[in-house]
């Protein structure tokens, strides 16, 4: 089982003459690439093709730069793996806590959860790699790695939580609230392990039902707006709505 902090060969070792070096690297694109460009890209290769796919030689050729440049922005390939770790887990415990504040001050509802991850997640338009997607993908990372099991541990309890508090807000028992709770989450985790091919206005047409089966009662005006929202996103982006699973490496 490889872990996180294991030795990962030759891309774990900053080459002697990067290391001493003081000015940045020469980048091969006419943009100098940010930290946040090759956590992009890994994130990517994480969710298409699991964390095997995530190497610096393959990140920089897709990147189309030079290893000098990931070496200005992390130290090692662990590194990057240990940036990628955290910024997935840090990302689910903005929404949670913005949700929780926003439920000292409205009614607690679904919406408040799904305006944080849209705020947190810019590319949640992208079907293929988005908040689900990449939970799936760290899934898959778990079986590899402790540490990453730790992490999908502690934010699986975060999220469950948060969801049996909102149940408990809307009035169920405390059993109750802690089944719905998880009824709730493994539906969201498992919506995105098969493929599905409809438009939004076929899904748009079943949220209502959905709604009723995983909450009960109607969704609220906040809830619709933000699937209105969703809607004229897509509509003016023409986003066909396709959801694949994480590929296990």
């Given amino acids: 089982m490889t872990d996180i902090s294991a030795d990962w060969t030759k891309d774990a070792v900053v080459p002697m003459e990067l290391a001493m070096r003081d000015d940045p690297p020469e980048s091969v694109r006419a943009r100098r690439l940010t930290r946040e460009d090759w956590l992009n890209a890994a994130r990517k290769a994480l969710v298409k093709s699991g964390i095997d796919d995530v190497k610096v030689d393959r990140l920089a050729k897709k990147l189309k730069a030079s290893r000098g440049s990931f070496y200005w922005h992390f130290k090692s390939h662990a590194d990057l793996l240990q940036a990628l770790l955290q910024d997935w887990e840090v990302r689910n415990q903005v929404v949670i806590a913005q949700t929780r504040d926003r439920w ?139 959801r694949r699973a994480a590929k296990e490496s």
């Fill in 104 to 242: 000292e001050e409205e009614a607690p509802d679904l919406a408040q959860i799904s305006r944080a991850v849209i705020r947190e997640n810019p590319g949640w338009l992208d079907w293929e790699v988005n908040w689900a997607t990449q939970s799936l993908a760290m899934r898959l990372w778990a079986r590899k790695s402790k540490t990453v099991g730790k992490a999908v541990v502690r934010i699986d309890r975060l999220w469950q939580d948060l969801l049996r508090e909102l149940f408990l807000r809307l009035g169920y028992s405390d059993k109750e609230s802690l089944v719905r709770a998880r009824i709730l989450y493994f539906n969201y985790l498992g919506a995105y392990s098969y493929v599905v091919e409809e438009s939004f206005a076929e899904m748009e047409e079943l949220f209502p039902i959905y709604h009723q089966v995983l909450i009960g009662g109607e969704p609220s005006q906040g809830f619709n707006q933000v699937l209105k929202q969703v809607h004229d996103l897509l509509m003016s982006n023409a986003k066909p709505v396709r």
